[in-house]
C-alpha cells in the first residue's frame, strides 16, 4: 500500500504498518500521484487506488468572492480527478485492468447549510464516478464511490474536545438522532467497504455510490414522527 500525504509529518501514522509506502505531497499535483503510482508498481502490480482528500471548510455565495468558492471546490474535486487520471493510465498501460474508489458524502445528494463548496465538489465525484464507470468499464476499470455520514476520525474527536463536555454531549446526542444505527461510524467500518469494492468479490459493481452512513441518507425527520 502507497499512501500520500500533503504534510510529511503526519506520515508517522504508517509507523504501525511495516509494508506501506509514504509519499509526501498534495494528492492534486499529478507528479506526486504518479510518484505513489511509480513506488506501488514496484512493490507489486497496481490493481486498485482510492480517493480520500478533502477540506471542509465553507464560503458562501451570498459573502465570498465567487474565486473563493470555486477555489474550494477545485481543492475538494481535482484530487478525485488527478487520483484517478494516473489510475486509469496504469491501469490502461498495464492491461490488467483495476478498481477505484472515491470517498465521498451523504451530503453530495442531501445539502447541509453552511457546506456549498464540499457539497458541489462530493456531487461532482460521483458524477465522475459514473463517467468514468461507464468510459472505462469495456476495458476491465472499475469505478465506484463511497458516500460517507459522519465518521469518528481525529478531526471530529478535536471538534468534540472544541466543545466542552455540554457541547460535546449535545452533539453525540445529535447525532444519534439523525443516524437510525444511533451513532457515527468507524473508520474501519469505512475501510471495509473500500476493500470489498477494490476485490474481486464486487468484480461485477461499478458505477455505483455506495451509503456508508448508518441510515443517515435515507431518514426522513418529521414532527408528526414517532419513535419506535
Given at each position: 500500500m502507497v499512501a500520500i500525504e500533503l504534510d510529511a509529518g503526519t506520515l508517522d501514522w504508517l509507523a504501525a504498518h511495516p509494508s506501506a509506502i509514504g509519499v509526501a505531497g498534495s494528492a492534486a499535483d499529478e507528479?506526486?500521484?504518479e510518484e505513489a503510482a511509480d513506488r506501488a508498481e514496484h512493490a507489486a502490480p497496481l490493481t486498485g487506488w482510492v480517493n480520500n482528500a478533502a477540506v471542509f471548510r465553507d464560503a458562501s455565495v451570498h459573502s465570498a468572492p465567487a474565486r473563493e468558492v470555486l477555489d474550494l471546490v477545485h481543492t475538494n474535486?481535482?484530487?478525485?480527478?488527478?487520483?484517478?487520471?494516473?489510475a486509469v493510465r496504469r491501469f490502461l498501460?498495464?492491461?490488467?485492468g483495476g478498481s477505484i474508489v472515491n470517498v465521498s458524502s451523504h451530503q453530495a445528494?442531501?445539502?447541509v447549510p453552511g457546506c456549498t463548496?464540499?457539497?458541489?465538489?462530493?456531487?461532482?465525484?460521483?458524477?465522475?464516478?459514473?463517467?468514468?464507470a461507464v468510459e472505462y468499464g469495456p476495458r476491465g476499470v472499475r469505478v465506484n464511490a463511497v458516500a460517507l455520514g459522519s465518521?469518528?476520525?481525529e478531526r471530529y474527536a478535536a471538534y468534540l474536545d472544541g466543545l466542552g463536555p455540554d457541547g460535546a454531549a449535545h452533539v453525540e446526542e445529535e447525532m444519534g438522532r439523525i443516524h437510525p444505527l444511533g451513532?457515527?461510524?468507524?473508520?474501519?467500518?469505512v475501510a471495509s467497504v473500500i476493500a470489498h469494492l477494490l476485490s474481486d468479490d464486487a468484480a461485477y459493481v461499478t458505477g455505483?455510490?455506495?451509503?456508508?452512513?448508518?441510515?443517515?441518507?435515507?431518514?426522513?425527520?418529521?414532527?408528526?414522527?414517532?419513535?419506535?
Open positions: 507528479a506526486v500521484t474535486l481535482a484530487p478525485a480527478v488527478v487520483g484517478a487520471t494516473t498501460a498495464a492491461g490488467t445528494k442531501r445539502a463548496p464540499y457539497v458541489t465538489a462530493k456531487a461532482a465525484i460521483e458524477g465522475l464516478t459514473r463517467a468514468l465518521i469518528a476520525t451513532r457515527v461510524g468507524t473508520a474501519a467500518e455505483a455510490t455506495i451509503p456508508v452512513d448508518g441510515g443517515r441518507s435515507v431518514l426522513a425527520r418529521d414532527p408528526e414522527a414517532h419513535d419506535t
